[in-house]
């Protein structure tokens, strides 16, 4: 290169620089990822002391005050900061109710009491205090982890900086949402997509007085981690939070039975326009703090709260293309490829045609009108066609019949419903088609299995179609040096990913049989499963010739999950796996509570109980670190006999000399300290 082109290279970086430092603090619109930010200020600053004549003072060596790019600090929640599953219909609300009864073993049609709050479509925010002074402020991040953002949190006027209210707790966490009004939107609606990103990109802002800037909002609903706090009831709790000088929804409520629910949703949806902020649905939290630390937790979400989504937003938009995704189990996704359309708030260029009997039923076509339905954070899609708008030479959809790898696809036989499956699949051959292979490594590298910052789906594309990848074990054998090279990486993000990939594999063994991606087992079968498998050793040991019916002892285990399991474990691609992953990996112990007093004690149960469910007891042992085995054999320390046990298991278990001991016994044992 001679000394003109390098000047050239050289300004176009920096003018590069400018625009991305200008959409970073002033828009809080990244344009490109936060490494590739840092890369190019290196690359410029290598430039200049390579090349001593090149200058410019909008270069990053000259921005005086300029702030670096890095993330925010990061710190983890006291208490876990948990997402809400979602209902939609009237059946929904009921099924929940009554999934709540049987764990409480209650009668169908008990009427509980919730506490119902309008669901603030924002930004959760957590805010400690300690003896009335707001110390830190946390953003939700991946709910176990947050950002640090407490100045910018102190910017919100509703915020309370102190508090001096007897009674008022001397540490906890008050959670709630950080929103801004639909009337500031107007202000600056040129720069955002939507209400919700505004917020958003307020509270992220580098700099606090950037936030002030943007008049932000927060209303109170939770709680996280609480020391001295004295409250039976959620309803209670929002009475207090308003006393200590937090802001709470006036449209808060406690509401009984199925009817009244959703009277009061049909009500506060028709008043959704007047008010001025987005509420994207109400939440029902079952207003006992007994009844809720009863009922406890699944991996992600509270037992004890749902959100009600209101009604979707819609809107039409025309069918440029239909494009086949594959899912990490092979189903083949029809997606409708839309001219950009904004959809309440949100711009939309993807719709979700579900599966092959979609299309044929709504006879759905390239070239169509379509209706768009977005549902608050679930993917949009397609709900009807607008035959008047359909051109005269407009074709039927063929679906495909091969996968874009190749295969012949399959629709399965459902055992169970008896029917086929209404979704077409690439059958599985372990990793040979490449779509699925890409997608299983997405799942192994995601938040929920081996969480590996800065490793997401894009650069997994990056990577496999650079052919750094093809098997989940390869991140563990990356080539940093030659991902250094490449464009938009640098030295520092390679090292960075080097030291993220270290980081991941300490792992829990639930954790790593989820990032298996194995059909059918989610979070929480996973965590089921480990306790069995136990360890790497125990899940090494598995193979086709495995006994899966054993598992079958296991509450929450089923046909469907041991088929599943039975064909993952016989495929040879997937054994080599597994143990080409366990060179790398290093089991930790899982986050839960292992030093509770049933630590080290393994229960087992047989016949029914009285009065309560076998899953609320089981999370009672679980909660105390104990753990629930399914055969008895000498591990076993306990087994609880309710009304009509199995004989075979109870004459076992006095063969083997293990203790059985009845319901009254093991509330005992539960409430001896
Ligand atoms: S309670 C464990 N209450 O909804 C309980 N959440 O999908 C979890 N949200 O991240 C939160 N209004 O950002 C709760 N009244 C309310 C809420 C609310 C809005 C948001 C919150 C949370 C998300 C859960």
Known sequence: MNKKEIKELYLNNIKLYQKYNKNYFEKSKPLVSDSEFDNLKIKIIELEKKYKYLESKHSPSKNIGFKPSKNFKKSLHRVKMLSLSNVFSRDDVANFEKKICNFLNLKHGTKIEYSVEPKIDGISASLNYKNGILISGLSRGDGTEGELITENLKTIKDIPKKINIKGFPNDIDIRGEVFITNKDFQKIKNDFANPRNAASGSLRQKNPNETKKIPLKFIAYNYGYAEGLKINKQSEFLKKLNEWGFKVSKFNKIISGIDDLLSNHADIENKRNELDYDVDGLVYKINSIDLQNRLGFLSNAPRWATAHKFSAVTSFSKILNIEIQVGRTGALTPVAKIEPINVGGVIVSNASLHNEDEIKRKDIRIGDTVKIERAGDVIPHVISV??????????????????????????EFNNITKKFDAVRRCPDRGFECDKMAKEKIKHFISKDALNIDGLGKKVVEKFWNLKLIRLPQDIFNLNYEKISKLDGWGKLSAANLKYAIEKSKEISLERLIFSLGIRHIGQENAKLLSYNIKSIDG???????????????????????????????????????????????????????????????????????????????????????????????????????????????????????????????????????
């Open 386 to 411: 607008d035959l008047k708008r359909r051109s005269k030479n407009s074709e039927k959809y063929i679906f495909p019949k091969k996968c874009p790898c190749g295969f012949e696809t399959i629709k």
């Open 539 to 673: 899940l090494l040991k598995i193979d086709a010739n495995f006994r899966f019916n054993n598992f079958l002892n296991i509450d929450g285990i089923g046909e469907t999950q041991i088929n599943s399991l039975k064909k993952f474990f016989s495929q040879d691609i997937n054994l080599k796996i597994i143990r080409e992953i366990a060179k790398y990996i290093k089991i930790s112990k899982s986050t839960e509570n292992k030093d509770g007093k049933f630590k080290n004690i393994n229960f087992m149960f047989t016949g029914k109980l009285d009065g309560i469910s076998r899953a609320e007891a089981k999370s009672m042992i679980e909660k105390n670190s104990g753990k629930i085995i399914s055969t008895v054999t000498n591990k076993l320390n306990y087994l609880i006999s309710g009304e009509k046990p199995t004989n075979k298991k109870i004459e076992k278990a006095k063969e083997l000399n293990i203790k059985i001991i009845n319901q009254k016994d093991f509330i005992k044992l539960l409430n001896k300290i």
